[in-house]
């Protein structure tokens, strides 16, 4: 003898669509969160960073495999906003930069850098960026060409390109003290 209970069966309708729902939200979770262990192992091989919570931090910053390129670059843009303003001749020296590093016009980086360029980064890039370009540098396995002293000097030739007249004054007092600040956190040792 059978009973037919149409509540019944619509309740376990739901309950089996309420945990195939579950089930497809927890799939996408671990997705996620495999997309982005596979991401930060791809920053660490590109940048020689290997903790965790550096690699962390990058993603929380907003840098990609394809745009953490741009890390050793942060400085320059942050001479260049200095002022309040990107001049076109701090852009070009910054994008001659840029494209000596291999970062290609049109590509994720470029493109993050010319929204750089337009509007200045969030203050916690620039904040976080020093230190995790030092630890960068000091990374054995990073295969940089660049040191602390050539992102100095580069930071250098962005204060001096757009002031001055008749090459007099050329770098503003908040030009010097922002030098200061970098060149100083970028040569400092890490822990």
Not at 45 to 65: H, I, N, V, Y
Request: glycine share 8%.
């Amino acid at each position: 003898m059978s009973q037919d209970n149409p509540l019944g069966d619509r309740g376990r309708a739901f309950e089996e669509d309420y945990f195939r729902k579950r089930d497809r939200e927890l799939i996408e979770k671990i997705r996620k969160a495999s997309a982005a262990d596979e991401a930060r192992r791809e920053m660490g091989s590109r940048t020689g960073l290997q903790d965790p919570a550096m690699l962390k931090e990058l993603q929380a910053l907003g840098f990609t495999p394809d745009t953490v390129a741009l890390l050793p670059l942060v400085p320059l843009v942050q001479m260049a906003w200095a002022e309040g303003g990107v001049s076109d001749a701090e852009r070009k020296l910054i994008v001659r930069l840029a494209r000596s590093r291999g970062i290609d016009e049109g590509g994720a980086a470029d493109l993050q850098l010319s929204a750089w360029l337009s509007n200045p980064p969030v203050p916690e890039v620039f904040a976080g960026a020093a230190r995790l370009i030092r630890a960068m540098l000091d990374a054995p396995d990073a295969g940089q060409t660049l040191t602390a002293d050539d992102l100095v000097k580069y930071c250098e030739s962005i204060a001096a390109a757009s002031g001055g007249i008749l090459g007099i004054n050329r770098t503003s007092p908040e030009e010097r003290a922002l030098l200061n600040t970098i060149a100083r956190d970028l040569k400092a040792r890490q822990p």
